[in-house]
T-cell receptor
Framework: AQTVTQSQPEMSVQEAETVTLSCTYD???????LFWYKQPPSRQMILVIR??????QNATENRFSVNFQKAAKSFSLKISDSQLGDAAMYFC????????????FGQGTILTVHP | AAGVIQSPRHLIKEKRETATLKCYPI?????VYWYQQGPGQDPQFLIS???????DKGSIPDRFSAQQFSDYHSELNMSSLELGDSALYFC???????????FGQGTRLTVV
């Protein structure tokens, strides 16, 4: 069974600084996809970034980037120039095969941004 | 841009009652996913539909059933409600199975 583990229940960062959220996963599949979702207090699930396992290049979306280490099954999220609006719960998620929306989520990391 | 619409946004039911949650996918999306997120928990996949047929099943209790209609909207029916069913229920939709899924804002169900 596929599992996703986020070992940091809470993280904090000063505004304008950089923070890295960790995620590890376990799978025997070779073709899979990894995601980071943001869940602000509104509880809306918002896709932040995604990574296809077959791609060696790390995904980047503006201030958000990932460090994808396939051999180590590690998928961390780096947020640069943190903003107050980045404060939220962040979930790492995994899917494989042909059903992209069938996601296995990690336990989540609460990110606090201090002004 | 149109998003996934879920109704109602909030629902309060008593134990042993029945609840029906509705999900209206993004126009042209033919795939719907349902998730349950308990308090302080990560979302758990319940069930999905593609082109009005069940495509996958997760940890959905036997007391729950769901279907996707001809207009692609989906309904999650929950019977004999228990206190433990209190959760945020998300619906997500995608254009086919192998594309990114977009989440609705969720329905918060409280069972008292």
């Amino acid at each position: 069974a596929q599992t996703v583990t986020q070992s940091q229940p809470e993280m904090s960062v000063q505004e304008a600084e950089t923070v890295t959220l960790s995620c590890t996963y376990d799978t025997s599949e070779s073709d899979y996809y990894l995601f980071w979702y943001k869940q602000p207090p509104s509880r809306q699930m918002i896709l932040v970034i995604r990574q296809e396992a077959y791609k060696q290049q790390n995904a980047t979306e503006n201030r958000f980037s990932v460090n994808f280490q396939k051999a180590a099954k590690s998928f961390s999220l780096k947020i640069s120039d943190s903003q107050l609006g980045d404060a939220a719960m962040y979930f790492c998620a995994y899917t494989y095969g042909t059903s992209y929306g069938k996601l296995t989520f990690g336990q989540g990391t609460i990110l606090t941004v201090h002004p | 841009a149109a998003g996934v619409i879920q109704s109602p946004r909030h629902l309060i039911k008593e134990k042993r009652e029945t609840a029906t949650l509705k999900c209206y996918p993004i126009p042209r999306h033919d795939t719907v996913y349902w998730y349950q997120q308990g308090p302080g928990q990560d979302p758990q996949f319940l069930i999905s539909f593609y082109e009005k047929m069940q495509s996958d099943k997760g940890s959905i209790p036997d007391r729950f059933s769901a279907q996707q209609f001809s207009d692609y909207h989906s309904e999650l029916n929950m019977s004999s409600l228990e206190l433990g069913d209190s959760a945020l229920y998300f619906c997500a939709s995608s254009l086919a199975l192998n594309t990114e899924a977009f989440f609705g804002q969720g329905t918060r169900l409280t069972v008292v």
